[in-house]
Each structure stands twice: as C-alpha cells, then as structure tokens.
C-alpha cells in the first residue's frame, strides 16, 4: 500500500525555523514528482512546492518563495521542507503528496 507520513510540524515563533519531513513508501518513490500542499484555518487548499523526480527541478508558490526549500532523499524515500523566516499567516496543516496519494498531514502553528 502507498503511504505518506509526514512529521516535524510543531509550535515556533514568528522568525523561526522548522524542516518537515514526509517518509514514503509502497510505490517506486525516485520515479515521481512530490509536493508540498497546505491548508490554513478556514482557508482551501493551497500548493507550496514540488521537486522532480531526479530532485533537481523545484518551484514555489510566491507567498514562500525564498524562505522555503524543498528537498529530497531517494535512497531514503524521503522528501523534505525547509521552513526558515515563519510569519504567523504560514499556521496551516501540511501535506505531502505524490502518485495520486496524500499524507495524513503534520501541523505547523507560528505563534509568539
């Protein structure tokens, strides 16, 4: 079965940092493209970022560009988030997703 499991989300202060991490397995993880989606209190679904397969393509949605990074391990099976610079309007549930499937979600709150 596919699964994502994302992880690493928690409480920080405006400013701060945090790497989320999303393990895969169940499909052939260095043949497919993942992504970063989120979604704030209240709001819809918004994309953050995605990295090709081989990892050396990546883009970002313009409210994180340049205080984002996206990653990935493919002897690990793993994609990665680099969140550095949080502003609070960044508090949202994220989510990895690839292969048609999603993650379960980790919480990012950014809050003094």
């Known amino acids: 079965d596919v699964q994502l499991v994302e992880s690493g989300g928690g409480l920080v202060q405006p400013g701060g940092s945090l790497r989320l991490s999303c393990a895969a397995s169940?499909?052939?993880?260095?043949?497919?493209?993942m992504y970063w989606v989120r979604q704030a209190p209240g709001k819809g679904l918004e994309w953050v970022s995605f990295?090709?397969?081989?990892?050396?393509?990546?883009d970002y949605a313009d409210s994180v560009k340049g205080r984002f990074t996206i990653s990935r391990d493919n002897a690990k099976n793993t994609v990665y988030l680099q969140m550095n610079s949080l502003k609070p309007e960044d508090t949202a549930e994220y989510y990895c997703?690839?292969?048609?499937?999603w993650g379960q979600g980790t919480q990012v709150t950014v809050s003094s």
């Open positions: 997703a690839g292969t048609g499937y």
């Open positions: 169940g499909f052939t993880f260095s043949s497919y493209w």
């Open positions: 990295i090709n397969a081989g990892g050396d393509t990546t």
